[in-house]
């Protein structure tokens, strides 16, 4: 996809993203045989459940059905949200990934997985899991040293709210 095809999408598809109250996150055309797939990624502080999913899809559909922004040929619309091992690229999604465990490589070199427990304009703080039995520390960490950071998925992750609940 030509960087003006993808410009003029996204000139033309974020500001009805956000009026269903969400980010457009990512686009993308790709071929697949013949046809072509644009690829529209959604997400919000809250989420984006189903409903919003099929909103915004219907909105998306319409709009472009009206332009010529993807051309003549047939094409194949596909709206959806990050996935759970997202990657953390924007500061609204550090803030979207409090209580999650994050798997950061950092731009001196090496990898450190932790939780992010809070985020400001500067940076972040960590909690980082103990070994071998050992207590968890506390870390800061600024973005200037962070060179990519991928959130990670969690099978036996007890939810937050409920863990406070039991503590209560």
């Known amino acids: 996809m030509s960087t003006t095809q993808s410009e003029r999408l996204r000139e033309l598809l974020e500001p009805l993203v956000s009026s269903q109250g969400l980010d457009l996150e990512e686009l993308a055309v790709d071929s697949v ?10 997400d919000s502080d809250t989420g984006a ?10 909105a998306l559909s319409a709009k472009l059905d ?4 993807m051309g003549e040929g047939e094409y194949t619309l596909e709206v959806g949200t990050p996935g759970a091992e997202r990657a953390l690229t924007e500061h609204r999604h550090y803030v979207r990934a409090v209580d999650r465990l994050v798997k950061f490589q950092l731009a001196e070199g ?8 809070k985020v400001d304009d500067d940076g972040l703080d960590l909690e980082v899991p103990g070994v071998k039995g050992r207590k968890p520390t506390s870390r800061r960490l600024g973005f200037p040293e962070i060179d990519k950071a991928r959130v990670q998925v969690e099978f036996n992750r007890k939810d937050s709210k ?3 609940e039991e503590e209560a």
Not at 66 to 69: F, L, M, V
């Open 162 to 164: 409920n863990e406070k």
């Open 33 to 42: 045989g013949r046809k072509r797939v644009l690829r529209v990624v959604v």
């Open 49 to 58: 459940d189903l409903d919003r999913i099929a909103d915004v899809s219907r």
């Open 110 to 117: 090496g990898e450190l997985v932790a939780r992010i427990l």
């Open 66 to 69: 009206e332009t010529d922004a």
